[in-house]
């Protein structure tokens, strides 16, 4: 079920309503009932790769709480086999095979590599990590094995966060589901704020820069230099508007009904390094890869060249979890490079800063950063390697093709080729402005929800209807197009 669909639509209130009507000790088989029900709607039988995850996960916290030494860690060994080994079936398995398959052909080996024609499950790579750091957290000691499997069960599968996260670890998010929640006005109309403020990026902001993105990453080769370049500066719009619309939908929702879960975005775009964007980007997943990979593999305790490797291993995982293409691994790699980088040339940048005056020193490194995430963007959207590099040869060619008339030019055929007009265009640019004032004024002040709270009623209320309208008019409601780390 999407979230911008008629069916949530109906499935939210009616189980919110439900959730608060029904006694504490029964909301859990009512919360679980609801999330099959959400998760079924896209391909019902995989719900039974849900199930099996879950009870090996449940077993296997109770064994590893309950055993010693050498034993206690085979529990954990068999629990993370089991969740990677599904993993790598559903998701890596032909990336392998087919990657295997080239290195054969090329050596001039004989051989047959199978491919196996499955669907991705919705969401696998989330609920397999939020399950696994259940398991870790119960070996390190700082968790106790829940013991109620529906419970537990409710845990891997609650629906706001089911199939793109948070990526929730059991101290905050599995203790919650053992507290009563009540009715808490102020509470509600905060958690509907936020779920309204992200179906505006995802509708209203997502949506109407994807139809201008689609069709010049589908022919890269065919377009200007400056339209690849505009093509993929609203590309990075996009993803944030689709990916962190998803999580404040996702976290307003279980808001809501009194569940806190860990914020996901913070601002990436004004970051002034690349290692800052990653404390503000997917904050859930960035800090799952610290502590279950990075911390173990020595993180930055370590000398300067096993730092340096850490942090490759890491960004290259992290490419992988989002995707079984090259274009995903180059992507992860991009981002460990620049950071390795980053390390290496430490002091040198930080006596150039200081020379600098600071307003000029931010602009320059939030400037910078931007960039050079927008190149990493590049190997993220195309469809492949190919695609990519078209798209960055041709976008290092707009100083030599940038004049007045190039802009007009490129505009047009970012509006162009889709039929969908010039206004399109200018409400995009105007939403994304929009967007930036709200997040630049939000981190001068604090959150808009709250200072919202403190207005007289004709002020909160007309910020209301404004979004309301917003939603209304601008938002690309003809088909529910899905969230784009769905696919992950």
């Given at each position: 079920m999407l979230f911008n669909s008629l069916e949530f639509a109906l499935f939210f209130p009616i189980v919110t309503l439900g959730?608060?009507?029904?006694?504490?000790?029964?909301?859990?088989?009512?919360?679980?009932?609801a999330s099959v029900t959400f998760y079924m709607f896209f391909v019902p039988i995989y719900v039974l790769i849900l199930a099996g995850t879950i009870l090996v996960d449940y077993i296997a916290g109770i064994m590893i709480?309950?055993?010693?030494?050498?034993?206690?860690?085979?529990?954990?060994?068999?629990?993370?086999?089991?969740?990677?080994?599904?993993?790598?079936?559903?998701?890596?398995?032909?990336?392998?095979?087919?990657?295997?398959?080239?290195?054969?052909?090329r050596a001039g080996v004989p051989h047959w590599m199978p491919t196996l024609r499955i669907l991705l499950p919705i969401g696998l790579s989330f609920h397999t990590f939020q399950s696994m750091s259940y398991t870790i957290e119960v070996y390190r000691g700082a968790h106790k094995a829940e013991r109620h499997l529906g419970i537990f069960a409710l845990y891997v599968m609650f629906y706001p966060q089911l199939v793109a996260g948070p990526i929730e670890r059991p101290q905050n998010l599995l203790d919650q589901f053992h507290t009563e929640q009540r009715f808490?006005?102020?509470?509600?109309?905060?958690?509907l704020k936020l779920m309204a403020w992200g179906?505006?990026?995802?509708?209203?902001?997502?949506?109407?820069?994807?139809?201008?993105?689609?069709?010049?990453?589908?022919?890269p080769g065919e377009a200007t230099p400056l339209a690849l370049l505009l093509a993929t500066v609203l590309f990075a719009y996009q993803i944030f508007c689709d990916f962190s619309g998803y999580s404040d939908i996702a976290i307003g929702s279980a808001q809501v009904m009194g569940y806190r879960l860990m914020k996901n975005f913070d601002s990436p775009y004004a970051s002034r390094s690349v290692g800052e964007f990653w404390r503000r980007w997917h904050i859930s997943l960035s800090t799952w890869f610290r502590d279950y990979?990075?911390?173990?593999?020595?993180?930055?305790?370590v000398g300067l060249a096993r730092n340096c490797r850490?942090?490759?291993?890491?960004?290259?995982?992290?490419?992988?979890?989002?995707?079984?293409?090259?274009?995903?691994?180059?992507?992860?790699?991009?981002?460990?490079?620049?950071?390795?980088?980053s390390l290496l040339v430490y002091g040198h940048r930080k006596k150039r800063e200081a020379a600098a005056p600071s307003s000029l020193r931010t602009a320059w490194s939030v400037a910078s950063t931007?960039?050079?995430?927008?190149?990493?963007?590049?190997?993220f959207r195309a469809k492949n390697v190919h695609d990519a590099v078209t798209v960055l040869t041709g976008m290092a060619r707009?100083?030599?093709?940038?004049?007045?008339?190039?802009?007009?030019?490129?505009?047009g055929e970012l509006t162009g080729q889709t039929g969908i007009g010039a206004f399109a265009f200018v409400v995009a640019v105007l939403s994304i402005a929009g967007l930036e004032l709200v997040q630049y004024y939000q981190r001068k002040h604090g959150s808009l929800r709250d200072v919202l709270s403190t207005k007289p009623a004709w002020v909160r209320w007309g910020a209301y209807a404004l979004a309301l309208l917003v939603l209304l008019v601008f938002s690309q409601t003809s088909v529910a197009s899905t969230f784009i780390y769905f696919q992950f």
């Open positions: 959730f608060f009507l029904i006694p504490h000790r029964f909301r859990w088989v009512w919360l679980l009932a709480e309950g055993a010693e030494g050498r034993r206690r860690r085979s529990f954990l060994v068999a629990s993370i086999v089991a969740n990677v080994g599904v993993l790598f079936f559903f998701k890596y398995f032909n990336f392998f095979t087919s990657s295997l398959d080239v290195v054969l052909t808490e006005y102020q509470r509600v109309a905060d958690g179906f505006v990026k995802k509708m209203v902001v997502a949506d109407r820069v994807a139809q201008m993105v689609t069709p010049i990453y589908d022919a990979v990075y911390v173990p593999l020595g993180g930055n305790r850490n942090l490759m291993i890491v960004f290259v995982l992290s490419g992988l979890w989002h995707g079984a293409n090259w274009t995903f691994v180059i992507w992860g790699a991009l981002h460990g490079t620049f950071l390795v980088a931007f960039a050079l995430v927008c190149v990493t963007w590049v190997f707009v100083p030599l093709t940038l004049r007045p008339s190039a802009v007009p030019r490129a505009i």
